[in-house]
């Protein structure tokens, strides 16, 4: 079941805009005409293989290749020397700059390995067993390094160092010694200890969270062709295949402009598609061997080599009044970044209190490297820990103060007007409405049974404009074609059909989106931060006026009238002139049929940088059941609400709230790096990984809020698909937590873990 | 003026100063305005943080307008998944 609590719209009434028309790609992804990453293939091409470090710390002494290269049907080896080795520069390859030094040393290592898994060398051969063989006759010698791969022991004095030239930025003088702290951040405001002290009730509490995948289904995978001109092409799935172009050219040392990338269908990425691994390897490999190469990632390769996010420790303090009022917060984040700066505590750290109102407060957040893969973003990167944290405090706090969660959170909400814990004053938001709902649901006031908990938590996420471009052709029939730069990993090809469709006046069957290559449209940042509704929605939608404003023009022409005296309705020109009130309305048809005679194609292109996305925010309700024979936690009933502005096309949103759900469930129950005293992780497969099936989960509702209307898109979008995953991580602790009658502050909540709370309980 | 709300990330080109005033009717004569008034903050903020302008957060754009009496917020650029 899902609702929509909605607002009268001002505006005339919308057609396609908030209807559920079915998706344009989904034929061909239930008949399996979909190709997804994997399924390209070229004639003469060479199996791409890896080899990995069996060392999660270790320095490269030599390696020696001579025998691989010496196998029948090996075509080309690569190491680190056969890439250039760059200096530190940050890029904007995507949402947020890389250092393009350690993308590069993540592609392929070069003087240490830094994590197990860590790429050394590459080979291609004709085929996989020849490929494989020859990764075993590659001779690395090593000299193996302490590591570390838990976060505080990391940032303990004596540590294991990762990287010899990293001092702790963000600190008030520049540290003398090297670390492994790459980052400190800090939001403050008010007076910490005037707000503690003002306090009538404090709660106090360490978290902690595990990394975790992101989980996509379909692994890494490309196929990349050398041409003998020095022009490359690159198939791959991806969340972005500019941002492919662009490491790719900085990692090779090439142009962009010599790179074509062809973005696959994607099977799943939630943020962890969003940079390279395997497609400069593949380059490299073609280009030495004069074949294409393909390389597709295994499981394992997946998990042991891509990014998780982080595991992380969070730190929680809460003052508040008798009545409910939070007047002190004071939170440290301590975020594992794996072997290269940059894990998501900054973002984290912004969003932690973001829900609430609060006079005080200090945010601290710590990004620290360890022997573990380089994490990569994973929807809405580094919320749902400190959420986490948070919103398991807040869930305290309410229980000592006899207040309900919803009240509680009531009560320090922020509102219109409110100025954000990270900076700005909020506008046009709904979270009090997304409190409202969940309040008002059959599911708040259903009670509950023996063994059952229930947990309540509330999550948001900023949402990202950015740069994208859009094209519309109308074809001589009248039906239009759109296309964009972002691959559709959420339903974006039915949005973009949809808003171009109600601009056009267009049934929606006649508009087909299409997703375009890196030559065939300009750039478009990829797909992440729920961006691409918002702002290559903007983009299309201002290129389907420039269509229309080039049929008004043709049929002014046409009627020898001013252009002014022709307006659009219902996919039609129709005169105003009072002395041309014989013409009849023009259909999209009619124009389309008489282009040649009228100026030529009908085609325009739009290229923004969109601003202004509007933040998101969601309010979740979860009941569980917990065995207290075996800890087992069975999620009976979850209801979500989200501020989403206007939904474009409603059951696509509800799919990314119920998507973000089922990931965080997995997250808070059984989703967890599990790492053995050489660093090695244990668990790197779907069978020890326990990620939630559908046999898993009740039906997860949604409800829509409307009410707040991002003023910035035309039809009122925000991005809908990152703050679904913010708070199920507490909903989920809170409510097993309210089941079991004891705090549970380490994820994951396994079973093992919760029988062990129930027999410290018994005693 | 538009009042300027920065973080700690500018604290140590505004010597601690976490709100002012400066003069800048877009984005980038904001920043210009920035680094004259604190030298090296202007690029600081160019290529590292994300503008909030009366609440709307502005990223890589210039020419954003701003209003004599707008809020501007400097918060770190905002990445996604």
Redesign the interface.
């Known amino acids: 079941m899902s609702e929509t609590l909605d607002k009268p719209a001002a505006k005339a009434p919308l057609t396609i805009v908030g209807t559920r028309p079915i998706r344009p790609d989904g034929a061909d992804k239930v008949t399996g005409r979909a190709a997804f990453g994997a399924d390209f293939h070229m004639p003469g091409q060479l199996v791409g293989r890896v080899l990995r470090s069996p060392h999660a710390h270790a320095r490269i002494v030599s390696i020696d290749t001579s025998k691989a290269k010496a196998l029948p049907g090996v075509k080309a080896i690569v190491t680190a020397a056969d890439f250039p080795d760059l200096a530190s520069e ?1 890029v ?1 390859g ?4 890389s250092d393009i030094r350690d993308l590069s040393l993540n592609v392929m290592a070069r003087h240490k390995v830094l994590y197990h898994g860590h790429a050394v060398a590459a080979v291609a051969a004709v085929s996989g067993d020849i490929a494989e063989e020859a990764l075993a006759r590659i001779k690395v010698t090593y000299e193996v390094l302490p590591h570390v791969t838990d976060v505080e022991e990391a940032m303990a004095p004596g540590a294991p160092l990762l990287h010899d030239h990293l001092f702790t930025e ?1 600190l ?1 003088a520049r540290p003398a010694q090297a670390s492994n702290i790459a980052r400190k ?4 405001r008010g007076d910490l200890a005037e707000g503690f002290a003002a306090a009538d009730v404090v709660v106090e509490r360490r978290y902690d969270t595990k990394a975790t995948h ?1 989980g996509y289904i379909e692994p890494h995978a490309c196929v990349a062709a050398w041409g003998e001109d020095g022009r490359c092409d690159v198939w791959c799935s991806s969340q972005g295949q500019f941002t492919i172009r662009s490491y790719c050219a900085k990692v090779l040392g090439l142009e962009t402009s010599d790179i074509r990338v062809t973005p696959a269908e994607i099977g799943g990425g ?3 598609k ?1 940079t390279v691994y395997l497609e400069p390897l593949a380059l490299a490999l073609s280009r030495a061997s004069g074949h294409p190469v393909k390389m597709v990632m295994s499981r394992e390769e997946v998990f042991r080599a891509t990014g998780p996010t982080s595991g992380g420790v969070i730190e929680v303090k809460l003052g508040a009044k008798k009545d409910g009022t939070i007047v002190a917060a004071e939170v440290e984040l301590k975020f594992q970044a794996g072997a290269f700066p940059g894990s ?1 505590v ?2 984290a750290a ?1 969003t932690a209190l973001a829900c609430y109102d609060i006079p005080n407060f200090s945010i601290v957040g710590w990004d620290v490297v360890t022997n573990t893969p380089k994490t990569a ?5 580094g919320a749902p820990i400190s959420a986490f944290g948070v919103e398991s405090a807040v869930d305290e706090l309410a229980q000592k103060l006899g207040l309900d969660a919803i009240a509680i959170r009531e009560k320090n909400a922020v509102r219109d007007g409110t100025k954000a814990s ?6 046009n938001i709904a979270y009090v409405d997304t409190l409202k709902v969940i309040k008002d649901s059959a599911h708040w006031n259903t009670p509950l049974g023996p063994n059952q908990g229930r947990g309540f938590a509330v999550g948001f ?7 994208s471009t859009a094209a519309v052709h109308i074809g001589e029939d009248g039906s239009a074609v759109v296309v964009t730069g972002n691959p559709d990993i959420g339903g974006s090809r039915a949005s973009m059909a949809m808003m171009a469709a109600e601009t056009l006046g267009l049934p929606i069957e006649k508009v087909r989106p299409m997703i375009a290559d890196t030559n065939a449209i300009g750039y478009s940042m990829l797909t ?4 691409v509704t918002f702002a290559t929605g903007m983009a299309v939608v201002q290129a389907a006026e420039k269509v229309v404003a080039d049929l008004r023009g043709r049929a002014a022409k046409l009627w020898d009238v001013a252009a002014d005296q022709v307006v659009w309705q219902g996919g039609q020109a129709v005169c105003l002139d009072p002395a041309k009130a014989d013409k009849k309305p023009l259909t999209i048809e009619a124009l389309a049929a008489q282009s040649a005679r009228t100026g030529g194609p009908i085609s325009a292109q739009a290229a923004i ?1 969109a ?4 933040p998101g925010f969601a309010a979740h309700l979860c009941d569980v059941e917990v065995d207290p024979e075996t800890g087992v936690v069975s999620v009976l009933r979850y209801t979500a609400s989200q501020d989403v502005g206007k939904a474009i096309h409603p059951s696509y949103v509800e799919g990314q709230v119920q998507g973000g759900v089922a990931q965080g469930v997995g997250w808070a129950l059984n989703e967890e790096y599990v790492f053995d005293a050489d660093g090695r992780m244990e668990n790197a497969g779907f069978l020890d990984y326990r990620m939630p099936v559908a046999s898993d989960l009740p039906m997860l509702d949604a409800i829509l809020v409307e009410t707040a209307p991002n003023p ?1 898109h035309p039809f009122g979008a925000k991005g809908v698909g ?1 703050v679904p995953i913010v708070p199920p991580l507490a909903a989920v602790a809170n409510a097993v937590s309210a089941a079991i009658g004891v705090r549970m502050p380490n994820l994951p909540l396994s079973p093992p873990k919760v029988l062990a709370a129930l027999d410290a309980k018994a005693g | 003026m538009a009042r300027v ?1 920065a ?3 500018c604290w ?1 080109f505004t010597g601690g100063a976490s709100e002012f005033e400066v003069e800048g009717a877009t984005v980038r004569d904001l920043i210009a305005s920035l680094d004259a008034r604190f030298p090296g903050l202007g690029a600081f903020v160019d ?1 590292r943080m994300a503008f ?1 302008i ?8 210039w020419f ?1 307008p701003i209003r004599p009496d707008s ?1 501007v ?9």
């Not at chain 1, 973003?377 to 990167?381: D, G, N």
């Not at chain 1, 990270?422 to 506008?427: A, V």
């Open positions: 940050m904007e995507s949402e947020a700059s963000g008030e951040h800090r939001f403050v992101q939630f943020g962890g969003t998501p900054g973002t912004m973003a994973y929807r809405a990167p990270y900076g700005p004053t909020f506008q996420w900023f949402n990202v404009g950015g740069e992440g931060g729920s961006r940088n601003q202004g996305p509007g910035r990152e | 709300i973080g700690s990330e140590p290529k909030a009366d609440g709307e957060i502005h990223q890589d754009a954003s809020e917020c400097l918060i770190p650029k905002i990445g996604g998944g």
